[in-house]
């Protein structure tokens, strides 16, 4: 596995990228043979020290998590945890997804923009047009729903596209306020709600 760990404003020593790199492999291992690589960044937030966690575990497969202590060390222990207590749960999907052979031709390639969000202090201008801050390209993957629920979760994303296995249309599923998972099929005019809670 490829380990990169970085630090913002905080010296990342040898011990504590030790410290990551066999928890990252313990945990990792548990479900993949060859986990492809992971991004562990520390910052600090005042008096607190933040860990983001991101491991791209196969194919389709991206696992982040973060959490925030007064320490670098429970920091990273308290995001690993987030994403080991997500593997357990879809353990078996995970092994299934594996058996699989999905081509790469399966998923679609679309435009994704970051926009720069307005300032509330200013006046809204009539046909303002936002910044693009950032341009990039991502896939869109064909996928069940439950697929889809299992790689927004483990992604810990806000929302996922995705084109649906059952007809083929374009869907959308996201984060709800409430916890539960939002699913948006517009081919069948529906927009349902599934009780799937984020448990992490």
Do not use: C
Request: glycine residues 4%; without cysteine.
């Amino acid at each position: 596995m490829q380990l990169s760990v970085k630090g913002k404003q905080i010296d990342v020593g040898d011990a504590l990228r030790s410290h990551v790199e066999n928890q990252l492999t313990e945990i990792t291992g548990k479900y993949f043979s060859d986990p492809l690589d992971a991004q562990v960044t520390f910052s600090r937030e005042a008096h607190m020290f933040r860990a983001d966690i991101a491991v791209h575990a196969g194919r389709g497969i991206l696992l982040q998590a973060n959490a925030s202590a007064g320490e670098p060390y429970p920091a990273f222990d308290a995001a690993a945890a987030r994403i080991a207590g997500r593997l357990r749960r879809y353990k078996n999907k995970i092994k299934h997804h594996h058996h699989e052979n999905i081509r790469q031709d399966d998923a679609m390639m679309a435009s994704a923009f970051v926009l720069k969000a307005d300032e509330h202090d200013r006046e809204e201008q009539v046909n303002d047009n936002p910044v693009v801050v950032a341009e990039m390209t991502t896939p869109i993957e064909t996928l069940t729903v439950s697929e889809a629920v299992m790689r927004l979760d483990l992604s810990d994303l806000p929302a996922l596209m995705f084109r649906n296995r059952a007809n083929n249309g374009l869907n959308m599923i996201y984060r709800r306020p409430d916890g539960h998972i939002g699913w948006v099929d517009p081919a069948n005019d529906v927009a349902a709600s599934t009780k799937v809670k984020s448990k992490a």
